[in-house]
C-alpha cells in the first residue's frame, strides 16, 4: 500500500479535497480518483485497473470521539474514545470466526470500522458493497478509508464504490447518509408494516408443535400479522426438513394460517453444520480454505459450522427450491440467520470477492420467494440493502439486562437496545429494523418493569418492526401490550434521536396523535423519562370501499 | 388515457389525463358533498375520498415511452378530495378551531399514510377557494395530490433550500422567521409557534406565508399544541381575507412539506403554507398572464409591506 494523503476533517478546507483526487500508480495496479460536490459535502470516486487486494483511498485525522460499526446485525454500533481498547476475549475467536469480522486477520487486533464512521461534526461511508467491503482502520491519530478486495484482478478500468464525507452533525449525517445508499441501490421499501410473534426468545430450541399450537390458541385476541416459529423445527443445519417435534411444514403452515396469521419461518440458509447430510453429499458445495478443505465460518450448536458456496450452480439451485419449496408450504415470512456465513473469505467456484458471492445467495433467495416478506439476521449489512424488507441490526435480545457483559454481539437486552439507537437513522430507509423481539411476560425473566418498558418504547418510537416472544399463557404485561396497539394503529412515524455522541439519547417520534418524547439519560441504568403528547382531539378512522373502487377515509371524533 | 409525459425542452413531467374533460363545469344541481348528495349517503366529521376524476391513480396503467425523445411514465400517484366538515355553508374562516384541528390531523394521517407507498415521492395538500381559481363546488373542502414525482416547483424549492443550507449551514426559512419577527413590518399575525407574513419576494398582491418559529420539515412534526396554534392562524389569515374587501375571498391556500421517501431535505426543507390569492383588489383579479406562465416571473403591483399592513390592520377575533 502506498501512500495517500492525511486531510482535517474536524479543520475542513477545500484544498484538502483536491489533494485526494488525481492518478496514482501502486503496487500492481492504477488508481484514478475523482472528487464532485455533493449536498452537505463531498462524493469521492476511484477507478481501477490491475491486481488489487486493498485500496487506501485516503486518510483524515482521528476525532476523539468516533462512532463506529461492525459489519453485521450482531456487532456493536458504538462511539469510541481514543483510549478505546477492544479486548476481545480470546478464547472467543474461533468460535465467533468470521461472525464478528470479515477480515478476522485484522479485527482482533485493531480497531475497525465497516461502512462508515460518524463524528460530531463529520461523517464518512460508503455508500454500497458490492464487490469490495469498505472499512475504516482506527490507528493511533488517523483513521484509514480503504476498499478491500480480496485479490481482484481487473484488467479494464473498474469503477469502486462511492465514499462520501458529510459535514454536519450525526443527527442529519446519518440520516441524510441512509438516504444516499437507497438511493444508490434502489431500494423499494416495504408497505408491510406486520406485527408478529416469535418463538426464539420463550423456547429457544425446546420448541415442538403442541406448543406452538397452544400459543396460537393463546393469540387469539392478539391481533398479530405474522406467526413465525423459530430455530427448533429442523432436522439440522444444512437439513431444512421438519425433525420429529413437528408435523410437515404444509400442516404448520395450515394450523397458523387457521388462525388467520401469515406463516413464518426461521431458517439458516447459507449454514451446513458438520453433522449434517447436505455436509456429508457436497463437500464440493463448500467455501474451502487454501488446501481446499471446506473452511469453517463459526461454531454453533456445539458444533463446526461450514459455508455454502453461493457461486456453485447446483448449490445456488437447491437454494432456490429449498425456498420454493418452503413458500409452496404456505410460508410468506423468512426470518434468514447467520448470513454472513455466505460472505465468509476462501475459495469459491466461481473468482469472486466474498461480498459478490454473499448478494448472489441473497439474490437466489429474494428471487425464489418473490414478494415475500425476508427478515435478514446475522448479516453484512451494507452488501444486504435492497435484498431484505426488515433487517435485525442488534445482536440477540435476551431476558436479562447486564451492562456489564462483553459487547461483542452476545445475547444481552442491553446491548441490543444501544445497537437499536446507534443504528436507528436507518430505519425506513434500509429496510425495517428488526430491534429483536419484545418480552412482555412478567415470569420467567429476568428484565425489570422498566427494562421491559425502555425496550417497548423505543421500539415503538423509532417505528421499527414489532415481533413479541412470550408464551403466551404466562401473565403479560398488559399495559405495554396496549401502548404497542396503540402506537401501531396509524402508518409510518416521522423519528429523529439526537444525543449519540454523548450517550444521552432523545428521540423525537411523530405521527398522527401527536409528537412524543423520550429521554434516556443512562442507558446502563436504565434512567428515561417519557411524554406523550396525547392532545384532545381522537380521530377515529374508517375506510370504506366503494363499488367503483374508490377508498373513502372517514374520520370521525371520538369523545 | 392517464399518464405522464416528459417535455424535453423544460425538463418537466406534464400530466396527461384525458378523463378530466368530462369533469363538470359548475354544477347547479345539488352538492356532491352534502349528505344525499353524490359521495355520502350518510352524516359524517371529514373525509378524504378518491376523487372521481382523477388525473393520477394508484393502479395507473403502464405505459412504454415511445423513444428517447418522448418519454412516458406512469401516472400511479393518487388524487384524494379532502372534506372539511358536512356543512355546505362553512369556510375555513367560519369553521371553529377545533374543527380545523381534526383537519389537520386528517392531513397528517393522509401523509403519513401515502408516504408508505414507495413509488410517492410527493404529497401536496391544497384548496382551491373560489370560482376566481377553478373550484366547482363550495362545499368546504381541499384536495391531495400524491405525485409519483418530484414536481418542478418542488424540485426548485428544495433546490434553493438546500443551496442556501450549504452556503449558510442554515434553513433558509427559519433566517426569515428570525428576520421577520424582529423587523415586523411584513408580518400579518404572530403566535408562540407561528408567524403568518406578506413575504419580501411575494409574487401576489395578498400572498400570505405561514412558517412554523420551530424548524419541521411536515406538519407531521407539529405537536399538539403546535397544531392548535396552527389552526389559529389558518382561521386568522382566511377572516382576515374576507372581511379585506368584506366578501368571500378567493384563494390558493398549498401546503409545502418536504418530500417523502427522500429524506436527503428534511434539515433544509422548512414546512410552510402559502396563501395565493388572485384578488389585487375587490374587484380586480391579478391573473397569471403570458409573463408569469411563460416565464415563471411574477410582476406584483402591490408592495409588500403594504399588503402586509392592510392586512394586519383587519382586526378579528377568534
Ligand atoms: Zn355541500
Ligand atoms: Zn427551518
Not at chain 1, 120 to 138: M, N, T
Not at chain 1, 340 to 366: C, D, H, S
Not at chain 1, 415 to 421: D, G, K, P, Q
Not at chain 2, 206 to 232: A, G, I, Q
Amino acid at each position: 500500500m502506498s501512500i495517500s494523503q492525511t486531510i482535517d476533517l474536524e479543520n475542513f478546507n477545500d484544498i484538502d479535497m483536491k489533494k485526494i483526487a488525481g492518478y496514482r500508480k501502486e503496487d500492481g495496479f492504477e488508481l484514478v480518483v475523482e472528487i464532485e460536490k455533493l449536498h452537505l459535502g463531498f462524493k469521492i470516486k476511484g477507478y481501477l485497473k490491475g491486481y488489487v487486494d486493498e485500496v487506501e483511498l485516503f486518510k483524515f485525522k482521528r476525532p476523539d470521539k468516533l462512532l463506529v460499526n461492525n459489519w453485521q446485525s450482531w456487532g456493536p454500533s458504538k462511539v469510541t474514545q481514543k483510549d478505546f481498547q477492544l479486548n476481545f476475549p480470546r478464547e472467543l475467536i474461533q468460535k465467533f470466526g468470521f461472525s464478528a469480522s470479515i477480515m478476522p486477520e485484522l479485527y482482533f487486533d485493531n480497531l475497525l470500522s465497516d461502512y462508515y464512521v460518524a463524528s460530531e461534526c463529520f461523517f464518512v461511508g460508503c455508500l454500497s458493497s458490492k464487490v469490495a467491503h469498505p472499512y475504516f482502520q482506527i490507528d493511533g491519530d488517523e483513521v484509514s478509508v480503504r476498499l478491500k478486495y480480496f485479490g481482484m484482478n481487473f484488467d479494464e478500468w473498474n469503477e469502486t464504490e462511492t465514499i462520501v464525507i458529510l459535514l454536519d452533525k450525526p443527527e442529519v449525517t446519518l440520516p441524510y447518509y441512509a438516504d444516499l445508499v437507497a438511493k444508490e441501490n434502489v431500494v423499494n421499501i416495504s408497505d408491510k408494516r406486520w406485527v408478529g410473534w416469535s418463538s426464539w426468545y420463550q423456547y429457544f430450541v425446546d420448541f415442538d408443535y403442541e406448543k406452538m399450537c397452544a400459543d396460537l390458541e393463546n393469540a387469539r385476541a392478539r391481533g398479530y400479522d405474522v406467526f413465525q416459529i423459530d430455530d427448533a423445527w429442523e432436522v439440522d443445519i444444512g437439513d431444512w426438513t421438519p425433525n420429529n417435534k413437528f408435523p410437515s411444514l404444509e400442516k404448520v403452515a395450515a394450523k397458523i394460517k387457521e388462525y388467520g396469521y401469515i406463516p413464518g419461518i426461521w431458517l439458516a440458509p447459507f449454514s451446513v453444520s458438520e453433522t449434517s447430510t447436505l455436509f456429508m453429499k457436497h463437500p464440493d458445495w463448500l467455501v474451502k480454505d487454501g488446501n481446499g478443505n471446506p473452511r469453517v465460518a463459526y461454531e454453533n450448536w456445539n458444533k463446526k459450522i461450514y459455508a455454502l458456496d453461493t457461486t456453485v450452480p447446483q448449490a445456488v439451485d437447491w437454494l432456490t427450491s429449498l425456498f420454493e419449496h418452503l413458500k409452496d408450504c404456505g410460508f410468506e415470512y423468512f426470518k434468514i440467520d447467520f448470513l454472513f456465513a455466505a460472505a465468509i473469505q476462501g475459495k469459491r467456484f466461481e473468482n469472486v470477492t466474498p461480498v459478490q458471492a454473499y448478494i448472489q445467495g441473497l439474490n437466489a433467495i429474494r428471487q425464489a420467494v418473490a414478494d415475500s416478506f425476508v427478515l435478514g439476521c446475522g448479516a453484512p449489512l451494507l452488501p444486504s440493502v435492497g435484498y431484505v424488507d426488515g433487517m435485525r441490526i442488534g445482536p440477540d435480545t435476551a431476558p436479562y439486562w447486564d451492562a456489564n457483559g462483553p459487547d461483542i454481539g452476545h445475547p444481552n437486552a442491553y446491548y441490543a437496545l444501544r445497537n437499536v439507537l446507534t443504528r436507528w437513522h436507518i430505519n425506513g430507509i434500509w429496510w425495517w429494523n428488526d430491534p429483536d423481539c419484545l418480552m412482555l411476560r412478567k415470569v420467567d425473566t429476568q428484565l425489570s418493569d422498566a427494562q421491559r418498558e425502555l425496550y417497548t418504547l423505543v421500539s415503538l418510537l423509532l417505528d421499527n418492526m414489532i415481533i413479541q416472544s412470550d408464551n403466551l399463557s404466562y401473565e403479560i404485561d398488559d399495559r405495554l401490550w396496549t401502548v404497542v396497539s396503540e402506537y401501531r394503529k396509524y402508518g409510518k412515524r416521522k423519528v429523529l434521536l439526537s444525543g449519540i455522541m454523548s450517550g444521552q439519547y432523545n428521540i423525537t417520534s411523530c405521527g398522527v396523535d401527536g409528537c412524543d418524547l423520550l429521554s434516556i439519560t443512562d442507558l446502563e441504568k436504565c434512567v428515561f423519562t417519557y411524554s406523550k403528547d396525547s392532545g384532545d382531539i381522537k380521530l377515529e378512522k374508517t375506510i370504506e370501499m366503494q363499488d367503483d373502487g374508490r377508498r373513502f377515509n372517514y374520520y370521525n371524533e371520538n369523545d | 388515457m392517464m399518464e405522464r409525459r416528459y417535455n424535453v425542452l423544460a425538463d418537466e413531467w406534464v400530466m396527461i389525463s384525458a378523463f378530466t374533460q368530462q369533469r363538470p363545469t359548475n354544477p347547479t344541481t345539488s352538492c356532491p358533498l352534502c349528505v344525499g348528495g353524490d359521495e355520502f349517503s350518510r352524516p359524517y366529521d371529514l373525509a378524504s375520498f378518491d376523487n372521481r376524476f382523477p388525473s393520477m391513480k394508484v393502479d395507473a396503467p403502464n405505459v412504454e415511452s415511445e423513444n428517447s425523445l418522448y418519454k412516458k411514465a406512469r401516472s400511479n400517484g393518487k388524487c384524494e378530495v379532502v372534506v372539511y366538515t358536512v356543512d355546505h355553508n362553512s369556510a375555513m374562516s367560519l369553521m371553529p378551531i377545533h374543527q380545523i384541528e381534526k383537519l389537520i390531523k386528517m392531513w397528517a394521517d393522509r401523509y403519513l399514510e401515502l408516504s408508505l407507498q414507495p413509488t410517492m415521492k410527493y404529497i401536496f395538500i391544497f384548496e382551491n377557494r373560489g370560482s376566481e381559481v377553478g373550484a366547482t363546488l363550495s362545499h368546504p373542502h381541499g384536495q391531495l395530490y400524491a405525485f409519483p414525482f418530484l414536481p418542478k416547483r418542488i424540485e426548485a424549492k428544495v433546490q434553493s433550500l438546500a443551496k442556501y443550507y450549504d452556503e449558510h449551514g442554515r434553513c433558509a426559512i427559519c433566517d426569515v422567521v428570525e428576520n421577520e419577527v424582529s423587523i415586523r413590518e411584513r408580518l400579518v399575525y404572530e403566535n408562540e409557534s407561528f408567524i403568518a407574513l406578506v413575504p419580501f419576494y411575494a409574487r401576489w398582491p395578498y400572498e400570505v406565508h405561514v412558517y412554523p418559529k420551530r424548524h419541521v420539515s411536515s406538519l407531521v412534526e407539529l405537536n399538539n399544541s403546535e397544531r392548535n396554534l396552527l389552526s389559529k392562524v389558518l382561521k386568522v389569515v382566511t377572516m382576515k381575507y374576507d372581511l379585506l374587501f368584506q366578501q368571500s375571498f378567493p384563494y390558493m391556500m398549498m401546503l409545502f412539506q418536504s418530500p417523502v421517501n427522500d429524506i436527503r431535505y428534511e434539515h433544509a426543507f422548512h414546512f410552510h403554507i402559502e396563501f395565493n390569492p388572485v384578488k389585487r383588489d375587490k374587484n380586480k383579479i391579478k391573473w397569471m398572464a403570458s409573463v408569469e406562465t411563460g416565464t415563471w416571473a411574477f410582476i406584483n403591483p402591490k408592495l409588500p409591506e403594504e399588503a402586509a399592513a392592510e392586512l394586519r390592520s383587519v382586526e378579528v377575533i377568534i
